[in-house]
């Protein structure tokens, strides 16, 4: 194993060409230098450095330039690598909840926005359901978050309707017998929709499948293994709008926050979250 310091000690002797200059460089004396490249001449068993009489001036062996190479190599890189780590102490982590269905491009591209404005903040995000986003607000465990809810149920920074749609595959018959639904797990207010809807009007239904994924909803649609509701911004070329089911209503997307203040970039967040999602 090589000594970084070592190295540094041998790099200073080579662009000072002298022990004395390098010892005054590095504020050693001149015998801690000449040990230091002795030691690191025994580490990798071959002379580095020719001496002449007098021990002012040096020359670099063919082992001795060969190692110079490596050693600027490797303290640059060690310094590199203080910095970054340096650096990355002084970020500010920023948690962001975002629903499953949410458009993860066009989040993408804003949160890419937001990083460009303000490079001192490090953006992590975490995809769920909008009841396991509320509960991780709660933990703490992120900071702000878009949930999909009823509209009006609560404090939020900004809100914005979301219509909702029946969906169902080509060839699949949503008007009579039993439905079969394709629908995301109990808690989801999609779910909720869709059975409560369809109990009040008495039709009959049963769940043919489920899936914590929008994609998997959305596949389960297209290929015709049931019917669901989805936000209208997620329905595919390969869904058809069903008119023949109880109509929906619309939810509400919610920009909220943990409890407690927010710091200054927490906050410059959610104003930056605010306006790009008010101008789609």
């Given at each position: 194993?090589?000594?970084?310091?070592?190295?540094?000690?041998?790099?200073?002797?080579?662009?000072?060409?002298?022990?004395?200059?390098?010892?005054?460089?590095?504020?050693?004396?001149?015998?801690?230098?000449?040990?230091?490249?002795?030691?690191?001449?025994?580490?990798?068993?071959?002379?580095?450095?020719?001496?002449?009489?007098?021990?002012?001036?040096?020359?670099?062996?063919?082992?001795?330039?060969?190692?110079?190479?490596?050693?600027?190599?490797?303290?640059?890189?060690?310094?590199?690598?203080?910095?970054?780590?340096?650096?990355?102490?002084?970020?500010?982590?920023?948690?962001?909840?975002?629903?499953?269905?949410?458009?993860?491009?066009?989040?993408?591209?804003?949160?890419?926005?937001?990083?460009?404005?303000?490079?001192?903040?490090r953006l992590e995000t975490v995809s769920g359901m909008s009841t396991d986003l509320k509960q991780k607000l709660a933990t703490g465990t992120i900071d702000i978050a878009l949930v999909k809810r009823e509209p009006d149920s609560g404090p939020c920074?900004?809100?914005?309707?979301?219509?909702?749609?029946?969906?169902?595959?080509?060839?699949?018959?949503?008007?009579?017998?039993?439905?079969?639904?394709?629908?995301?797990?109990?808690?989801?207010?999609?779910?909720?929709?869709?059975?409560?809807?369809?109990?009040?009007?008495?039709?009959?239904?049963?769940?043919?499948?489920?899936?914590?994924?929008?994609?998997?909803?959305?596949?389960?649609?297209?290929?015709?293994?049931?019917?669901?509701?989805?936000?209208?911004?997620?329905?595919?070329?390969?869904?058809?709008?069903?008119?023949?089911?109880?109509?929906?209503?619309?939810?509400?997307?919610?920009?909220?926050?943990?409890?407690?203040?927010?710091?200054?970039?927490?906050?410059?967040?959610?104003?930056?979250?605010?306006?790009?999602?008010?101008?789609?």
């Amino acid at each position: 194993m090589l000594d970084l310091e070592l190295l540094k000690t041998f790099v200073c002797v080579v662009d000072e060409g002298s022990f004395t200059r390098a010892a005054e460089r590095v504020h050693r004396t001149q015998s801690t230098v000449s040990q230091q490249v002795r030691k690191l001449e025994e580490l990798v068993g071959n002379p580095l450095l020719l001496r002449d009489r007098t021990g002012q001036n040096i020359s670099v062996t063919e082992h001795g330039e060969l190692l110079i190479h490596y050693a600027r190599r490797l303290l640059a890189l060690s310094s590199e690598a203080v910095e970054a780590l340096a650096s990355d102490l002084d970020l500010e982590i920023l948690r962001i909840g975002v629903p499953e269905d949410f458009d993860a491009r066009r989040m993408a591209v804003i949160l890419a926005g937001f990083n460009r404005a303000r490079p001192e903040a490090r953006l992590e995000t975490v995809s769920g359901m909008s009841t396991d986003l509320k509960q991780k607000l709660a933990t703490g465990t992120i900071d702000i978050a878009l949930v999909k809810r009823e509209p009006d149920s609560g404090p939020c920074w900004a809100a914005w309707p979301e219509a909702l749609v029946w969906v169902k595959g080509a060839g699949v018959d949503s008007a009579s017998g039993i439905l079969p639904l394709a629908l995301f797990p109990q808690g989801c207010i999609y779910r909720q929709r869709a059975i409560r809807l369809l109990d009040v009007a008495q039709r009959p239904w049963r769940v043919a499948f489920g899936s914590h994924s929008l994609t998997g909803i959305q596949a389960a649609v297209a290929s015709g293994l049931g019917v669901s509701v989805l936000p209208a911004s997620a329905v595919l070329p390969e869904h058809s709008v069903c008119t023949d089911l109880p109509e929906l209503p619309p939810t509400e997307l919610a920009l909220i926050s943990r409890e407690g203040a927010l710091t200054g970039l927490q906050r410059a967040l959610v104003e930056f979250l605010r306006e790009a999602l008010s101008e789609a």
